[in-house]
């Protein structure tokens, strides 16, 4: 990075402190800022070379605001954002129930200043991107903010992004796409010239038609707009590549080549209703999709059908689910029998804990290519990378990095899957990477997929038990897991 770009970088951090001693948390300072960047880059957009028609009514703009002090830039920023959350298309989404979170004049002030001072639209998609990126993963770390849930670890992402390879002119969808972090790493991958080198047309369609998203939380999906767009995706001023509401409502009739998603932690899907007392109760949601090869309440079971459903006949996912969805009956093994019968259910990552942001989470990410119709059985094989037994991460003392996945990436084998080697065996049966026959699947226990074979060495010597802080974030993962169990099911009871 520059030195310019490092500085501006520094500016966007230095006004965290002060906001956060006045009570302004990362999510209200990012929404903000996603606010005000925005109507400094209409200004830029409107003014030469550029010429664009911004849509934004006169009394709202950048140059309306940017000369005042005190009230009376408070009252016009109030202003502005009522009046632009009343307009249509583009504009009323992002600004749909904006409000003013910066009490403290003299900070807005500052703020706008410091956003003033740059000409936005002449920084690279880089520096704009990292600015955001690490506001978010900040926003991430804050556990009061509860955004954790929406931010994957970018190492995971990419190693994710890595195995499927995605191709020039094929589309991507994320039905959850919290913040874009998959797009973003689709896009880098696909833009970089070791990959692929990108004619103008294929730059275009990068830019404007390869992305679809959905994201059920309003300003989490501001949030991602603002993060795409500084990145360079999308048109603000054109078809949006992301939608505001709930993907598992209905078939939406689109397909796509690729689907790369971390759908939300927790097992229900709920609404919550205000009852006859008027108190709020929460009702278990069940969707009942004739897409759906079972209908449940679990909605990354329900998001597994969703994403076969929206993949394309030659489609390919790679998505990130908790473990109760390799393991758990009924509905859970309906779903993993389908997947093994209509799809290429070829690839198991088993995660780490210690790599998210809400603690207890046990995850896999599943790997499956769609196939066209067949009275055969599509999976042959399964190979599942054991990257949890004796693996340890904690998010600040030992973070999850790129370099850690490699192994799994060289085992995947991305240029050609059909080629792989295990590095188990008699011999070594610590090996991390095993295939298992789909028989051997099949023959277990409600289809489970639940699978380990290394032996985890904390339980079996007592000599080589992991460093205290380590053990301390398992004891705190296992209790939440407990007691995240033990809510569902008095909710259960309830109900």
């Known amino acids: 990075m520059s030195d310019y770009s490092t500085a501006i970088v520094s500016k966007v951090w230095g006004m965290c402190s002060p906001l956060r001693d006045d009570g302004v948390s990362y999510g209200d300072y990012l929404e903000q800022l996603t606010y005000l ?121 990419r190693a994710m992004v890595r195995c499927i390879r995605p191709e020039p002119m094929r589309t991507i969808a994320d039905p959850c796409c919290g913040s874009g972090g998959f797009f973003l790493a689709a896009q880098s991958f696909l833009a970089d010239p070791e990959n692929y080198s990108l004619d103008r047309e294929q730059k275009e369609f990068l830019k404007n038609d390869t992305f679809w998203g959905n994201e059920l939380v309003p300003s989490t999906f501001k949030l991602c707009l603002m993060n795409l767009y500084l990145h360079n995706i999308g048109d603000i001023y054109g078809n949006l590549p992301v939608t505001l509401g709930d993907a598992l409502l209905t078939d939406p009739g689109k397909r796509v080549d690729y689907v790369l998603t971390n759908p939300p932690f927790g097992k229900k899907s709920s609404i919550t209703f205000t009852n006859e007392e008027g108190e709020q109760e929460d009702e278990d949601l069940v969707y009942n999709r004739q897409d759906f090869w079972t209908t449940s309440s679990n909605k990354q079971l329900n998001f597994v059908q969703h994403i076969n459903t929206i993949l394309k006949a030659t489609g390919k996912a790679a998505v990130v689910v908790p473990d109760n969805v390799l393991f758990e009956g009924g509905a859970g093994e309906i779903v993993r029998k389908k997947l093994l019968e209509i799809t290429d259910l070829h690839t198991i990552l088993r995660l780490p804990t210690g790599i998210f942001y809400k603690p207890g989470v046990k995850a896999n990410v599943i790997f499956f290519d769609k196939c066209p119709a067949s009275a055969e059985k599509q999976t042959k094989e399964v190979w599942v990378y054991d990257f949890r037994t004796n693996v340890h991460f904690t998010l600040k003392q030992h973070p999850l990095a790129d370099e850690d996945l490699n192994d799994f990436v060289k085992c995947y084998n991305p240029s050609n899957r059909y080629d792989r080697k295990e590095t188990w065996s008699e011999d070594n049966p610590d090996g991390r990477f095993r295939r298992f026959d789909v028989k051997q699947i099949l023959e277990r226990d409600k289809t489970s997929m639940d699978i380990f074979w290394i032996k985890d060495k904390s339980l079996a010597d007592l000599d080589s038990l992991p460093d205290p802080a380590v053990l301390a974030s398992e004891i705190i993962d296992n209790l939440q897991s407990a007691l995240d169990s033990f809510k569902e099911l008095v909710d259960q009871l309830k109900g």
């Open 37 to 157: 960047i925005f109507l400094k880059m209409s200004d830029e957009y409107s003014k030469p070379p550029y010429k664009r028609e911004t849509g934004i009514p006169s009394g709202c703009t950048w140059a309306d605001m940017n000369t005042l002090k005190g009230a009376e830039l408070e009252n016009q920023y109030k202003s502005t954002l009522e009046k632009l959350g009343e307009q249509g298309g583009i504009l009323g989404k992002i600004f749909m129930g904006a409000t003013n979170k910066i009490s403290n004049a003299a900070i807005l002030y500052r703020i706008v200043q410091m956003i003033d001072s740059e000409r936005w639209v002449a920084l690279s998609s880089d520096v704009k991107g990292e600015i955001y990126e690490g506001l978010l993963q900040k926003n991430a770390e804050d556990v009061k903010s509860g955004a954790g849930q929406y931010f994957t670890p970018r190492p995971l992402i």
